[in-house]
């Protein structure tokens, strides 16, 4: 079985222009949650959707917006980029609303650089 | 203060020996806990969840301890293969899928 997948793997952008990621969960999972990790720090949740709505958002500001379709994938979407969202951009799936025991499934990541 | 804080790494140990890694998470409705592993440049890989009674898998044991909000990590005769990024992970349950990650702690198991 497929994990997480990802796309693109790389990313070279200019500031001021918009991005999307695209993010594909385990067959059977429903729940697809995005983190954001910079060099040297743990993951920040962005946003979590379950059943094509939105569950969770994390601290970012409104540039950043996401959705999820009826196959249950996903896509992140950054406008008006800043250097400072230079980072690796990780999709997790899950079966379920994750918390109790809906463990979390990481893609390989989009890793994105803002020039 | 970060909500989950993790020893400063990075660990650099002889292979065969045993590390421990210490995590405290100051939000005391936290409720799923969890160790992630990460390779460097890769996605981090759950290692294993963390139950208040322990729990252990094969050279692996979590501890953890909701009284002191204190959770730990023990390799026992370490491996080469072991060196990677150890995440301390929380979820408070109350607000579904957001996983609250410590900085993580670098392990470098060295022959």
């Known amino acids: 079985d497929a994990g997480v997948t990802q796309s693109p793997t790389h990313l070279i952008k200019t500031r001021g222009q918009h991005v999307t990621l695209r993010c594909s969960p385990i067959?059977?999972?429903?729940?697809v949650s995005w983190y954001q990790q910079v060099l040297g720090q743990g993951p920040q949740f962005i946003f979590q959707?379950?059943?094509?709505?939105?569950?969770g958002r994390g601290n970012f500001p409104d540039r950043f917006s996401a959705r999820q379709f009826p196959n249950y994938s996903s896509e992140l979407n950054v406008n008006a980029l800043l250097l400072g969202d230079s980072a690796l951009y990780l999709c997790?799936?899950?079966?379920?609303?994750?918390?109790?025991?809906?463990?979390?499934?990481f893609g390989p990541g989009t890793r994105l650089t803002v020039t | 203060r970060k909500e989950v804080e993790q020893d400063p790494g990075p660990f650099n140990v002889p292979e065969g020996a045993t590390v421990a890694f210490n995590c405290t998470y100051s939000?005391?409705?936290?409720?799923?806990f969890f160790w992630y592993r990460q390779d460097c440049r890769k996605e981090p890989k759950l290692l294993m969840s963390?139950?208040?009674s322990g729990n252990e898998d094969g050279r692996f044991t979590a501890q953890l301890n909701r009284a002191s909000q204190y959770i730990s990590l023990l390799i026992r005769d370490s491996k080469l293969s072991d060196s990677a990024t150890y995440l301390c992970v929380v979820n408070r349950g109350n607000q579904g899928g957001k996983l609250i990650f410590g900085q993580g702690t670098e392990l470098s198991v060295k022959p």
């Open positions: 963390v139950y208040s």
């Open positions: 959707y379950y059943e094509k709505e939105e569950r």
């Open positions: 997790a799936s899950s079966l379920g609303l994750a918390g109790g025991t809906y463990e979390q499934y």
């Open positions: 939000n005391s409705a936290s409720q799923s």
């Open positions: 067959s059977g999972h429903k729940s």
